[in-house]
């Protein structure tokens, strides 16, 4: 009896939306991980590019063991750069049934009133590729400093982000879905945090790439801006000098999308719901986020400049060998002009060059796109690259900065200022 009351102690049952969860202990002491949530209803037959719904109540206790399947999309293949610095383990399982989220928390505050902060991460891939837990990410490091963090999975490429004449005249506008998903788990966050010993007003939104501006979409968008406490901006670039209107239109965007079914043979809605999944995947298309004046009513620049953009703290940062435009001057604009508006706003500069082996000869060196994934969440030692002490020393102190900011709204460096730029530099000692 007593080694029972003792098990139920370590891996309590939560009540959230949906039913009774129950997490189970991760590889670092004192953390406890719960896989593969559900936090709205699968979009699939009739909810196929549709608003995420619901989730469907379950009965019992659900053991959340398993990651959930990750959204349809191309992949980064063995062979290629990402592919071998990433994804060399191979694909999981894919379904549009993937709007699943993970929790990292600390076991002892489960079911308390702690109040803990909390980090939304969301990942990066172009819009169609990536999903929640990736090989460099991971909430142990976190969770062991008082923050609870939450993946998530979000519809990708053509299931998450087409738009359509036919879906418009449906709901009002169309395009997004991926958008919506991120705002939904945003919302599940704020609603069910707390049962994790999480605050739900203390919220920070972090992503890297198209998980970095998918955040500058969630500061503009009005399902989720007043949701958020802090943001973390990670190359996902600064401000544009591309002018202050958005690049397109709901009509031309609904254009590109019917032009891509129509090659494809699904010229109706109801054909378009009854593709199999296969056969959607293989249309080809630009699907990305924009203004629809519903999910997202105005471009990023035109929302900085009106003021309707979320006013919480913001860090914001880059890799010295960034992909170009990421980076650099607009960075820097972005980050005097947010001060100009008398918001705290602190940058950081990634300058660590991976080391490579000579057992991937074809690796390359230097802090490339992405390079920073693997100190943020502490995650070095499931790389094949030969990192050293001070690469875990670098790392540490990565986890400190991102989770201080969570914390405190403050990373530990001094904010930038028009008069004093600060920039926080990432390197080995």
């Known amino acids: 009896m007593l080694l029972a009351a003792a098990c139920t102690q370590q891996k309590p049952v939560l009540s959230v939306e949906g039913g009774k969860i129950q997490g189970v202990p991760s590889e670092a002491a004192g953390v406890t991980v719960f896989k593969g949530i559900p936090y709205a209803a699968a979009p699939v037959g009739d909810l196929r590019w549709k608003a995420p719904q619901p989730v ?9 063991d398993t990651f959930g399947p990750i959204a349809p999309q191309p992949g980064n293949k063995p ?3 990402y592919g071998d610095e990433f994804y060399w383990m191979g694909t999981p399982e894919e379904s549009e049934d993937c709007l699943y989220l993970n929790v990292w928390a600390p076991t002892e505050k489960l079911g308390k009133d702690a109040k803990l902060p909390v980090a939304l991460w969301i990942h990066g891939g172009a819009y169609m590729n990536g999903y929640g837990y990736e090989v460099t ?9 008082d923050v609870i963090l939450v993946t998530i999975n979000y519809r990708l490429g053509v299931f998450g982000f ?6 418009t005249a449906e709901q009002g506008q169309s395009g997004n879905y991926g958008t919506m998903d991120q705002a939904a788990a945003l919302k599940w966050v704020q609603d069910n945090i707390a049962a994790f010993g999480g605050d739900p007003g203390r919220i920070t939104v972090f992503g890297q790439s198209a998980g970095a501006m998918s955040v500058k979409t969630l500061l503009v968008s009005p399902l989720s801006k007043d949701i958020m ?5 990670q190359s996902g670039g600064g401000l544009s000098t591309r002018g202050l209107t958005a690049e397109g239109t709901q009509t031309q965007y609904d254009a590109m999308g019917k032009a891509a079914m129509d090659k494809a043979g699904l010229t109706s809605l109801d054909a378009m719901r009854k593709a199999s999944t296969e056969q959607i995947r293989t249309v080809q298309g630009w699907f990305m986020p924009h203004p629809d004046g519903k999910v997202v009513t105005e471009s990023f620049e035109e929302s900085f400049f009106d003021g309707s953009i979320s006013q919480v703290p913001i860090m914001i940062g880059y890799n010295k060998d960034d992909m170009g435009g990421l980076g650099g001057e607009a960075v820097d604009r972005f980050c005097a002009l947010r001060d ?13 060059e991976l ?5 991937h000869p074809a690796s390359a060196a230097g802090a490339f796109h992405s390079a920073e994934l693997w100190y943020v969440f502490g ?4 790389s094949w690259r030969p990192f050293t002490e001070a690469d875990h020393a670098l790392s540490s102190r990565m986890v400190d900065a991102w989770t201080d900011f969570c914390k405190f709204g403050n990373p530990g460096w001094p904010a930038y200022k028009q008069n004093t730029p600060f920039k926080e530099e990432f390197d080995i000692e």
């Open 340 to 352: 100009s508006l008398g918001c705290a706003v602190y940058e950081y500069e990634f300058l660590r």
């Open 229 to 233: 406490a802090g943001a973390i901006i």
């Open 355 to 359: 080391p490579t082996d000579e057992a």
């Open 56 to 64: 469907e109540p379950w009965e019992g206790v659900k053991i959340c």
């Open 379 to 382: 995650t070095l030692d499931r």
């Open 79 to 81: 062979g290629t750069f």
């Open 162 to 167: 087409l738009s359509h004449p036919g879906l």
């Open 137 to 145: 990410m991971d909430g142990d490091k976190w969770a062991q400093r």
